[in-house]
């Protein structure tokens, strides 16, 4: 089976510039449904082998939340042809390694061997898209596993606790309101039928998508993949997500956590539109709360492109007060912009930035593959790395005023605050 060939001018001229940049990114499809995508690098001799599926804990069902990531758990537990731990200890014997991860969008496998254990690793995984045999001993042992790590990653920290409140007030009526480790009553109840009705239902040729970057031939691996995963029947089973948005929300929200294990106070503001206004130590708030005022020892921003939602997170001084007067000057930030704009030079400093952070980002293959197949699984365009510049490009000061002007609209903030009742 042939490939498509793309060249998808990636926007890396540091790797350009040096001649590390890999050549081509080949796509396809198996007669099963399963989407491939290779990306040839013959910088080093190794390969990466990941297989992302289309779902995450936005998926899970009501009542259920935490499904996805426990069956992740569970997928190393073994199947009959490959036993619990065998193959991470044959990975570890040639210098190689896998890891895996959840999100709310996606669940992805991941390994990265010496390219001779390519087909080692396809077979693998293929093995366990189908063959996965917990038994009821195993799943209650993993319930245990994840409700200590529940404890001790998300009950045990006061920032953790009112993160979770903030994620779920954010997104109220959205699956992403839960937290991707699930709620502690309902991983209670998780069961055998519960983790195979998820399985049987997601981990599908036609719901996955195989990624191979590194030193390989694209047809060898387009091969490879028909013969092992090709194999696969599939289910006919169609997957569609429903996405939730949430009312319009006219009034400010505010939590706030105090507790005795604060020792920085902190601050989050989450607003419903994009924003540039702390990218980087060059930007407006990380000069005016850090540099000039000493009011936040870090201040940065964060972006979920699916949902059109920015956080805005600043760590303050040991002074409760300070996180008070850090958010007044943030207010009194956003209002100024709106009536006199962002100069055009500061527009072209952001601008910079971004791109030439974004293209250090996609300098090896494997980072080029992620950000393919983040994007492709969220359910943004597939265009969107390679347009990702040149969206950039296109902003304006009047662009940007235009943001800030949202940015700053009551309905579309919810802010949260931790602090010590020890400090004044």
Same mark, same amino acid.
């Given at each position: 089976?042939?490939?498509?060939?793309?060249?998808?001018?990636?926007?890396?001229?540091?790797?350009?510039?040096?001649?590390?940049?890999?050549?081509?990114?080949?796509?396809?499809?198996?007669?099963?449904?399963?989407?491939?995508?290779?990306?040839?690098?013959?910088?080093?001799?190794?390969?990466?082998?990941?297989?992302?599926?289309?779902?995450?804990?936005?998926?899970?069902?009501?009542?259920?939340?935490?499904?996805?990531?426990?069956?992740?758990?569970?997928?190393?537990?073994?199947?009959?042809?490959?036993?619990?731990?065998?193959?991470?200890?044959?990975?570890?014997?040639?210098?190689?390694?896998?890891?895996?991860?959840?999100?709310?969008?996606?669940?992805?496998?991941?390994?990265?061997?010496?390219?001779?254990?390519?087909?080692?690793?396809?077979?693998?995984?293929?093995?366990?898209?189908?063959?996965?045999?917990?038994?009821?001993?195993?799943?209650?042992?993993?319930?245990? @596993?994840?409700?200590?790590?529940?404890?001790?990653?998300?009950?045990?920290?006061?920032?953790?606790?009112?993160?979770?409140?903030?994620?779920?007030?954010?997104?109220?009526?959205?699956?992403?309101?839960?937290?991707?480790?699930?709620?502690?009553?309902?991983?209670?109840?998780?069961?055998?039928?519960?983790?195979?009705?998820?399985?049987?239902?997601?981990?599908?040729?036609?719901?996955?998508?195989?990624?191979?970057?590194?030193?390989?031939?694209?047809?060898?691996?387009?091969?490879?993949?028909?013969?092992?995963?090709?194999?696969?029947?599939?289910?006919?089973?169609?997957?569609?997500?429903?996405? @939730? +948005?949430?009312?319009?929300?006219?009034?400010?929200?505010?939590?706030?956590?105090?507790?005795? #294990?604060?020792?920085?106070?902190?601050?989050?503001?989450?607003?419903?539109?994009?924003?540039?206004?702390?990218?980087?130590?060059?930007?407006?708030?990380?000069?005016?709360?850090?540099?000039?005022?000493?009011?936040?020892?870090?201040?940065?921003?964060? +972006?979920?492109?699916?949902?059109?939602?920015?956080?805005?997170?600043?760590?303050?001084?040991?002074?409760?007060? +300070?996180?008070?007067?850090?958010?007044?000057?943030?207010?009194?930030?956003?209002?100024?912009?709106?009536?006199?704009?962002?100069?055009?030079?500061?527009?072209?400093?952001?601008?910079?930035?971004?791109?030439?952070?974004?293209?250090?980002?996609?300098?090896?293959?494997?980072?080029?593959? #992620?950000?393919?197949?983040?994007?492709?699984?969220?359910?943004?365009?597939?265009?969107?790395?390679?347009?990702?510049?040149?969206?950039?490009?296109?902003?304006?000061?009047?662009?940007?005023?235009?943001? @800030?002007?949202?940015?700053?609209?009551?309905?579309?903030?919810?802010?949260?605050?931790?602090?010590?009742?020890?400090?004044?």
């Amino acid at each position: 089976m042939a490939f498509h060939s793309e060249n998808l001018q990636l926007d890396s001229p540091v790797g350009e510039k040096h001649g590390t940049s890999p050549d081509k990114v080949f796509t396809g499809r198996l007669g099963n449904g399963m989407d491939v995508i290779v990306i040839r690098d013959h910088r080093r001799p190794i390969a990466t082998h990941m297989v992302w599926y289309r779902n995450g804990s936005a998926d899970d069902p009501i009542g259920k939340s935490g499904i996805a990531h426990f069956l992740e758990h569970l997928m190393f537990k073994g199947t009959r042809n490959h036993p619990a731990g065998h193959f991470s200890d044959l990975l570890a014997s040639v210098g190689g390694d896998d890891n895996d991860s959840t999100s709310w969008n996606y669940t992805n496998y991941y390994q990265r061997v010496p390219k001779d254990y390519l087909k080692t690793c396809m077979a693998y995984e293929a093995d366990r898209m189908t063959g996965l045999i917990p038994t009821d001993e195993i799943v209650d042992i993993e319930r245990q @596993v994840v409700l200590a790590e529940r404890g001790m990653h998300y009950d045990s920290g006061p920032r953790n606790i009112l993160g979770e409140a903030l994620q779920a007030g954010a997104f109220s009526p959205d699956p992403c309101g839960r937290p991707i480790i699930g709620w502690q009553h309902e991983i209670e109840t998780l069961g055998r039928e519960d983790a195979l009705a998820y399985y049987h239902r997601f981990y599908t040729p036609e719901n996955a998508n195989l990624v191979v970057a590194g030193d390989v031939d694209p047809d060898a691996v387009m091969d490879m993949a028909e013969t092992i995963y090709g194999a696969i029947t599939p289910t006919g089973a169609s997957f569609q997500r429903t996405v @939730v +948005r949430a009312p319009p929300v006219r009034t400010q929200r505010l939590l706030t956590l105090v507790d005795e #294990n604060v020792h920085q106070p902190a601050f989050t503001r989450i607003h419903v539109v994009p924003s540039m206004m702390a990218t980087g130590p060059s930007s407006r708030l990380f000069t005016e709360l850090r540099e000039k005022r000493g009011m936040c020892y870090s201040i940065h921003t964060s +972006r979920d492109a699916t949902r059109n939602v920015s956080r805005l997170i600043g760590h303050t001084s040991t002074r409760n007060d +300070r996180l008070y007067e850090a958010l007044d000057v943030i207010r009194s930030k956003f209002a100024h912009l709106v009536s006199n704009k962002i100069s055009a030079e500061e527009v072209e400093m952001a601008k910079s930035y971004l791109m030439g952070s974004f293209a250090l980002q996609l300098d090896t293959s494997s980072a080029i593959a #992620n950000a393919l197949l983040s994007t492709k699984v969220e359910g943004l365009q597939p265009d969107f790395v390679d347009e990702r510049n040149g969206r950039i490009a296109s902003v304006t000061r009047d662009t940007v005023a235009d943001a @800030v002007a949202r940015l700053i609209g009551d309905g579309a903030l919810l802010v949260s605050i931790a602090g010590n009742p020890a400090t004044h």
